[in-house]
Every structure is written in structure tokens, then in C-alpha cells.
């Protein structure tokens, strides 16, 4: 399926690729369909692109990759709506933000995806994780918009 967005231009993006958030995002309620794209320019950064409207995209990173003991604690029945089983394949990303001079992420809502269903959910964890957590006080190269 072909896809225009405002940020990566044309996404020839496969079925088995989308990654339906049922419930949307926090803020973006109506946006279900969504894609994980590489950044080309910095390996350590994904693009969660919507599939829906071609503006809006973020970048998401592993949490882990900056805070290697970081655990997402959420309910079960939290954990029941992503229909995760044993051998299952999936994971953690969160999401990154520019603030002045310092690069964020969000520690309290993580993006937790299935990848065997290809079905994610924001979750808020069930601990005291921070909103903005400092990841780098220089901005790192994120790709601006076309």
C-alpha cells in the first residue's frame, strides 16, 4: 500500500507492516494505523509515522538503549489488551522530544508493541516514571520535515 506523508514523502508500506493502536494515542484518539520507519541519518532513532495523516510522526526511540534497567510496570489488565503470550515477540519504545537544548523521553507512557499481532497501546505505567527524562543536552540529528 502506497502512502503519502509530509516528512518521508512516498511509503510503499506492506500489510504486515501496520501496527494498529486500537485505541489511538494519547491526543490522537482517531489514529489507529501506524508504521515504524528507521531514520536513515541516526540509527539510534525510529519514526512512529501515522498512516492516517501524513503531518504526524514521532520519533521513538528504545528506552533501554539510554537507561539499560528500565522496566515497564503496567496492570494486567493493561498487559490482557495487547493479547501477550508466552514466545511472543514484543517491545518497548517511547517517545522523544526537543525542548530548547534537551532531547526527552517519556518514561510514564511508553509504546508497547505486539509485533505477532502487530497491534500497540500506549500504556501509563503503574510506577512513578518520569515525563522527561534528559536523554542528551545537545539535540541529536532528528530529519525535519520535507
Not at 503496567?74 to 489488551?81: C, T
Not at 493479547?83 to 511508553?110: H, K, Y
Request: glycine letters at 4%; aromatic letters at 6%; charged letters at 25%.
Amino acid at each position: 500500500m502506497e502512502f503519502k506523508t509530509t516528512r518521508f514523502g512516498k511509503l510503499d508500506i506492506r500489510q504486515d507492516e501496520i501496527i494498529t493502536f486500537p485505541n489511538g494515542m494519547i491526543g490522537f484518539d482517531d489514529h489507529t494505523k501506524w508504521a515504524i520507519l528507521a531514520d536513515e541519518s541516526n540509527e539510534s532513532v525510529g519514526w512512529l509515522q501515522s498512516l492516517e495523516d501524513p503531518g504526524l510522526a514521532f520519533a521513538v526511540v528504545s528506552p533501554r538503549r539510554y537507561i539499560p534497567s528500565y522496566k515497564v510496570r503496567i496492570s494486567p489488565e493493561q498487559a490482557s489488551s495487547l493479547q501477550i503470550d508466552a514466545g511472543m515477540e514484543t517491545f518497548v519504545l517511547v517517545i522523544v522530544s526537543r525542548e530548547d537544548s534537551l532531547v526527552t523521553v517519556n518514561l510514564r507512557a511508553p509504546l508497547l508493541v505486539n509485533l505477532s499481532l502487530q497491534v500497540g497501546r500506549q500504556m501509563i505505567t503503574t510506577d512513578e516514571q518520569p515525563l522527561r527524562h534528559v536523554i542528551a543536552t545537545e539535540t541529536i540529528p532528528l530529519r525535519r520535515s520535507a
